[in-house]
């Protein structure tokens, strides 16, 4: 069985910032892409940023410059550091990645169970 599991949420005020991290374990054999999406009330979820194993990264547009995603390959951690945070930021995060079993090796899509952040006065 493979877990994703985020921390690192909460309230704070604009202009402040945040870190996000998310856990992969279980019986991994490999992790691919890993990433953070959102998804703010009635809204669909998107994507946030995007980092290949290679370390390659990709972000929307609205958070490029504030953003940053990282990783640790050695301890299957990703990170999402949040800064100048804005009031349209308000959404639950979600981890996502593409990690291959130990049992079968083959690549399938995982997602946490979300972490709310919520940027307010």
């Known amino acids: 069985q493979v877990r994703l599991v985020e921390s690192g949420g909460g309230l704070v005020q604009p202009g402040g910032s945040l870190r996000l991290s998310c856990a992969a374990s279980?019986?991994?054999?490999?992790?691919?892409?890993m990433g953070w999406y959102r998804q703010a009330s009635g809204k669909q979820r998107e994507l946030v940023a995007a980092i290949t194993s290679g370390g390659s990264t990709n972000y929307a547009d609205s958070v490029k410059g504030r953003f940053t995603t990282s990783r640790d390959n050695v301890n299957n951690l990703v990170y999402l550091q949040m800064n100048s945070l804005k009031p349209e930021d308000t959404a639950v995060y979600y981890c996502?990645?593409?990690?291959?079993?130990?049992?079968?090796?083959?690549?399938?899509?995982?997602w946490g169970q979300g972490t709310q952040v919520t940027v307010s006065s």
């Open positions: 279980g019986s991994i054999f490999r992790i691919g892409d």
């Open positions: 996502n990645a593409h990690i291959a079993h130990l049992s079968d090796r083959l690549l399938r899509n995982y």
